[in-house]
């Protein structure tokens, strides 16, 4: 069992940063991709950021070249760097671990990031 807690999360004016972080108890093996997602009110959940263990990373295009995604492997830890923050940033994001074997998906509980003036 994974046990994931987010933090970094609040409130932010345009164009500013925030860096969330996301901490996995349990065990996170080679093969589980770590990553984030977001939803904000009134939408679907979506994709933010992927990362696999080798450091292979994959973005939304919306966020492309504002957010970046690290891993440390040894405290089983994922950050996501949000720079150049939009007010349409603004949702819940959530930490996640897509374990490919067997198929297991793992959440966290969510942190709010607000953009606004």
């Known amino acids: 069992q994974v046990q994931l807690v987010e933090s970094g999360g609040g409130l932010v004016q345009p164009g500013g940063s925030l860096r969330l972080s996301c901490a996995a108890s349990?065990?996170?093996?080679?093969?589980?991709?770590m990553g984030w997602y977001r939803q904000a009110p009134g939408k679907q959940r979506e994709l933010v950021a992927t990362i696999t263990s080798g450091g292979s990373t994959n973005y939304a295009d919306f966020v492309k070249g504002r957010f970046t995604i690290t891993r440390d492997n040894a405290k089983n830890t994922v950050y996501l760097q949000m720079n150049s923050l939009k007010p349409e940033d603004t949702a819940v994001y959530y930490c996640n671990v897509d374990r490919p074997r067997p198929r297991l998906g793992y959440w966290g509980q969510g942190t709010q990031v607000t953009v606004s003036s």
């Open positions: 349990g065990r996170i093996f080679s093969p589980d991709v």
